[in-house]
C-alpha cells in the first residue's frame, strides 16, 4: 500500500488555480505535520509549506497565493494554489512533516499557455 499518495496535477495556464490534494495510508499520515515539497529537474527538492495542528507555514515564493489545509478525518492535505506562475512548474509531492519519513510519489505541475 502507497503510503501517500498525490492527486491533481496537470498542465495549467498560468494564472491558474489548480488544487493538489494528498492522502495518506496507516501510519503515513502525521496529525503533528506535514508538507509539500517541489522539485524541478537538475535542483533539490524544495519545501513549499508545511501544515500542522495548528499553523501553516510558506516558503515566501508562495505566500500568498498558496492555501494549505487539512482534513484529518480522511488523512488527507490539500494545496491550493492560485495565481500560478511560470516558476511555480514542478514535481510536488507530500511527505510526513519537515524531515520526512514518508513521501508521496509526486504530482506533475506544468504551466504553460
Known amino acids: 500500500q502507497v503510503p501517500l499518495m498525490e492527486y491533481g496535477g496537470g498542465s495549467v495556464q498560468p494564472g491558474g488555480s489548480p488544487t493538489l490534494s494528498c492522502v495518506g495510508s496507516?501510519?503515513?499520515?502525521?496529525?503533528?505535520?506535514m508538507a509539500w515539497y517541489r522539485q524541478v529537474p537538475g535542483r533539490q527538492r524544495d519545501w513549499i509549506e508545511i501544515?500542522?495542528?495548528?499553523?501553516?507555514f510558506y516558503t515566501e515564493a508562495v505566500m500568498g497565493r498558496f492555501t494549505g489545509y487539512r482534513y484529518d478525518a480522511r488523512n488527507m492535505i490539500f494545496l491550493q494554489m492560485d495565481h500560478l506562475k511560470s516558476k511555480n512548474r514542478g514535481v510536488y509531492f507530500c511527505a510526513t512533516g519537515s524531515t520526512p519519513e514518508y513521501w508521496g510519489q509526486g504530482t506533475q505541475v506544468a504551466v504553460s499557455s
Open positions: 501544515i500542522t495542528d495548528r499553523n501553516v
Open positions: 496507516g501510519s503515513a499520515f502525521s496529525v503533528s505535520a
